[in-house]
Structures are given as C-alpha cells and as structure tokens.
C-alpha cells in the first residue's frame, strides 16, 4: 500500500511521528499535507532501513545533492565518497545522476553507504544501455522506458525525476518560440531527442497510468522532471516554461489521484525579480505540490560560483515557497563536481534553505542563530565554532585568527566592539 | 567648491561626462541626481588622478572592499596588496578600516596603488592615538575628534565614516530596549563609551556643523555610518536601528542642504524578509539618499561563509534599492581577512550586485549573461571563460574538466543536452 493510501486508510506509520517531531509539526498536520499532496515523504517500500525525510508545504526547506558518473569520471568510490560527504553536511536526499559505468552497482553501494533518500533519472539508463549496445537513446524501444523504471523500483531507489512534460504539445511550443539556450535538461533532451526521430509521442507521456502502476507498487515518488527549464536569464519565464509547468500540474493531480507521491521541478536560470512570481505560478498551476527548484541561477556569468548564484535564488525561491533545493556546486557549467565542490555546494544550499527557513518558520527555524549569537557576546569562542554551519572550517578560519593578546579575534583585536561594550555596560572588568 | 555646489552654478565638470557614458545614463540625469541628493561621486578635492565612481539611484550597484590592520596584524604590504585585489576583480571603492601601525602612511600607499575612492573612519584614529599615549579613546578631546577628520581630509580621503548618529538620544533607547548583541560597530562602540566616560554628547552630533564645515572645504563625501546596526537576526529592525536612522535622515539633509554630498550606511544582519521593508524605510527617512549596507547578513550560524550570507542579502537589498553594497568576507566574524578571502568576498559582492542590477536595470545591465549564453550555446569554452566574473577561477575549473573526447565538459560528457539538441535540429552534424 502506498503511503498516501495508508494514510487514507487511516493507517499511521511510526516513523510519521518522529517525522512529526523533527519537523516541530503537528502529527495531524503531517498526514493531512501527504493526504492532500502537499507533503511528500520520498520512501520506496523496500527501503526499511532508510531515514525518512518529508518534503513540502509547512516544513523545513530541504536540499539535495546530486552525484553521478558521466563517460569521462567513473570512480565508484569517489562518488560514494561524495554521498557520504553530502549526508555528513546535511543533505536531506541524494540522487545518483550516473551516465556511465554499472549503474545498479552504483546505487546498490549508495543505498548502503547513505540513510537519506535515492533519487534518479531513469531516462539515463536507458540511454547508457543503449550506448552500451552499441546504439543511441533514439533507439530504445518504448517499453524499455518502464522496464527500467521497474527495475530501478526494485532495486529501492525512492524517487525518480521522469520527464513527461516534454510532450508533443511542449515540443511545438518550443519550435515555434525559439530559445537561446534551446535545452539544457539532460533528461529533457534525451527525451526530445528520442520523440523527434521516432516521430512519437513521449512514452512517459501517453502511457503515464502506466508509469503510475509501476511507481505505485513500489510506492515510488515521482518528480515531474522540468526538462524546458531555462538555461540563460534570457530565456526565463517563458512560453515553453509555463506550458510544461501546466502540463505537469495536470499529471501531478492524476498521480495524486491514484494514490502516487508527487514533486514539481523547476528552474533554473531565473532573474531575482521573477523567482516569487514563478513560485507562485506553480502554486497554482499545481494545486501546493511541493516544488524542487535547481538553483534557481540569478546570473550567467559567474561559472565558478555558481554555488553562490544558487544560493542567492535558493534562498529568494524557497522564502517564496519552494520547499526542496538541489544544490549547485562551484563546478557547474564547467566539469563533474569533486568532493570538495560537493560539500561547498551542500553548504551554500543549506545556508539558502536556512536562511528562508527563518522567513517561513520564523522563531522555531532561528534557535541556532539566538544560541549563535548569546555565545558571540560572550566571546564564547568554542561554543560558537560548536554552533556553526560547518564547524571544521569554522575552527580552521578562527585558529588562524586567535588574537595574541585577548579572548577576541584578529579582525578588530584590541577594538572589538562587543568587549568595548561590556566593559561600558561594566558586565566585565 | 564642492561638486554639490559646482553643479548648482552650472558648472559641469568633464569627468562627469564619463562617468554619464559608463553608467548609461544621461548626463542630465546624473547631474540632477547629484544636485537632488540621490547620487554622490565621493572624491577629495585633492585626488585629481582617482577614479571617479558615481553612487546612487538609477546607476549600477556599487561595491566597497574593506582592508586595515589590526594590533594582531600590521602588515602594511599585505594591507596593500588586499586593496590592488580589490580593484583587480572590481571593487568600486575601498576603505581603509587600520587601528594599528602608521596609518598616514598606509593610507598615502593606498592612494598611491589603487585608482578607486578610499574611505575612512576617523574615530579609529582618534583610538589608536590615544592608545600609543597610553591612553584610550575615552581620554580623547572632543576637538581631536575634528584635528582627525581635518588631517584626512587634507591627505585626500575621500569619503568618511562618521556615526554622529550614536547620540544621548539614541543611546537612552539602547539602553532603555536591551539587545542580544549591543553595538557590533566598533566606531559606534568607541564613540558610545567616550561619551559614557565623558558624561558628554557625542561631538560629531553636537558639533556637526564644525564637521560639515571641514568636510566642505575638501568636498569630503560624508558616509553617516549606523553605530546601532543589528549585530544579530534577533536584533534587526529594532527601535534603536529605526531611531538611528531617521536621525541620520536629518543628519544627511543638513550636510545636502550645506552642500556636501552624503550617504547613509545600514545593516547588517537582517532576516530575508525584512531587507525589502529597511530599504524602503531608508528611502522614505533620508529622502532616497544612497543606501551602503553591509551585507545584511541573512542568518548567524554561518561563520566561514559569510560571503554567501552577504550575497543572498546583498543582492535582496540592491534589487530592493541599496546602492552601494560593502563586502563581507569568508573570514567575517573570525579573523582578519587574508588576500585570498578579500578576493572571495569582492566576487561574491560583484555577484550580487551584478544579480541585482538585472532587475534594477533590465536589458543594459544584462548584455554580458546573453553574451555568456551565446558562447554557453556554441560550447565556445574560450569565450565563456573570457565573459566569466572570474576568468582566472573559470578557466582552472575548466581546465580539470575537459571531456577527452569531445567539446563539452565532464559533467555530462556523452550527454551534453546543449549538443543534443544542436544534433536534433541538425545544425551540427
């Protein structure tokens, strides 16, 4: 049974009540946003070993990392290692965007090697298998796309990005619209590609109750992948974007209908005035399903930082609404992400996340910045670096800063303005 | 004569005109900007060779990098260094914040290295003075307040931090509402106890008129700095925050009405949601004088990166009307910034303001993202990397992510959706 059905059912699992718990929400309140589709708890039935995570209206703002091989970079263990990275930084879910190597191996050792929920985007390993017989994605057959939904399903993975949105009607929009950045969703491409030559419709797209058969058995959420997500601040916001963005409110309802979890996913590269617009669009559009937004990207043109675009429209996105943010590391739009662009892209996302959190949880989201600061006035340095975000790099930076003569820090040294202040308020000598 | 009073007789310099080009703007509309209040071009009537920057409504965002020493650290050259960084990755202005070693001379090598505009902050003179008498700031005269401010002026400085806004009627607030945090401004921190000790009104208040007077004769752009700036999310937006700044409102209308040009500076640490509403309440109190913020900081619990909380609330607060954004560093709350962290937090700045500038003025501030999406299409590596923020960063990411089998990168080798799609509408082979 799935979740949703269970709940229906008036059936209510353990785990909801300390999901309860850690999201500071009432129990009650958790069932109704799964009940109504505006929570999701990404859980695939044969992950009984899994932490639970729930994602959407009402709740703490979650992050994503992703990890994955491509042609050039596969090392198992290095994208092990940037899962168990990811988790240790607080990502609340993974998703193993592999395009080469074993694949089943991959996400089998991810699953060990991690508690957080799997996602990933099944449309990869058709095209890899393809590619491994010596064909392309343009050749699978239809069927294959849901024999490899259904073997992913029975591996455990609790989340799959399904891109089927790009549909024949999306498809002429598209032509008729011309973008600059044309696609820039792998999946969405892969996807295009395969309709354009065997001039048919997306098989996601016309056997979607299908695709829903399969992900209910295994209770799998779907994410409505958003495969004309713009890829340039140009391209925002526009004819091909909303019309798939509607397309997949209309197969978020019929997922939901049928008792299947569901996600929206949205841009992109958004500029910062029209990311509260585009999170209340798909408020609409798709009736409060939660939102995972990739970014969104505030500007083009800082390759190398794009950790810190995505932070800046992470933060505006999900203080607007969005309730799920995939990380986008220092490497984006340049090469596959190392470990360290891992962790630096799970910080910056977290930093966003809490950073809206405080907007959309007010008191309960900034105990830690009121502990944060009462030990700061106090000079508390250890308690502080205790405190932090990231504690190792904290202390790094501080050990570098200890000032020779006093228990304050380099920048300010003998005029730091809390100790000036103590000693006026004469709560110190 | 001051610019202010220049531009009231008609007289409109040449520099002027360059800087109308730079910023796309008219002229006239500068010239009106400048004569209304709303825009300043901080520069000494002395600094004939510096750069002329303009500040304001309806240019482009602005950013200040802070270098100086501390007692822990007097390293002059290294102090120098920061500030050739800061202008080589495009910090509009810097500002010199020294307590310790000798500051004429550090401040003559600055003027001497950079081209941009240098800030000060005269009460951090006064204290080291007084400290290497074996005193401290509390043993000041009120007249050495204005001896400091004189001497700047006449090295050239061209635009300064004065918190006259830390007076008997702000302080009675202060302490009447206690804060989580005090005062975190070290010149409102060394101001608010030489008037403690003295028992006296903070002279740049009660004098301001002897202040104006000097900062006129050299045309001294007075920065009105917020000595109450919350130091803490739990803070922000407080009575002695508001209270300040109108204060400073009336502060800023005198020097206009003298005919020194003024900014005003603001916070801080803010929450997301209320940075729109302090720029709105800041344009309201000081008649849309120009906004300098630092940060704000958008949450407490990430030391190390504060670079990233600056960057989310400085690119709200720009797009929300801050003109002028000053850089908050990865070594913020920590420890004196190194080289290496001044050009993390110049980027980051840029990165923000450059975000901001999209919304606040549209097509001309967004030609460089559609140039970065046109190369980003073509998959013209070179070019992409000449268009980044950051060219050298780009190009060494790049560089450890060169497919070796085609013209994309790592991150999707095989499955570069931009190629993809180039394939499927058949302009490449």
Redesign the interface.
Known sequence: MSLINDILNGKVADYLKNIAEKERVLLDFLCQGIREGTIVVPRNLKRTSAAFVAIGKGLFTKVNANVGT????VDIDCEIEKAKVSEKYGADAVMDLS??GDLSLLRRRIMEAVKIPLGTVPV?EI?YEN?KRGQNIEEASWQEFFDVVEKQAREGVDFMTIHAGVCRETMSIFHAFPR???????G???T??WM?RNKAENPFFQYYDKLLDILLEHDVCISLGDGMRP?????ATDKVQLRELAILGELAERAHQRGVQVMIEGPGHI???EIELNMKIQQVLCRNKPFYVLGPV????????D???S??GG??AA?SGADFLCYVT???????P?VEDVRTGV??SK??A???D??KRGDVA?E???E???Y??KRDWNS??A????PE??RS??A??I???EDV??????????K??????NKKS
Chains 1, 2 share one sequence.
């Open positions: 491509s042609r050039d970079r395009t080469w990869y095209a590619i600059k950045m044309g696609i820039v969703s792998r969405g491409a892969m295009a590609k354009a890829g340039c601040i140009a391209d500029p910062l005035h505030v500007t083009d043109i800082a390759p190398g930082y950790h810190i675009t932070a800046i933060a505006v203080s220092p490497s984006e739009h340049l090469k596959l190392d910080i910056a930093i966003a809490h950073a809206a405080i907007v900034s830690r910045d009121r944060m600061s009462f700061r006035r502080q670096i405190c932090a975000i990231d790099k904290a930076m501080h570098d800063g000032s020779e003569t820090c380099t920048m300010c040294s003998e005029f730091c303005p809390i000036m202040i103590d000693e006026m308020e």
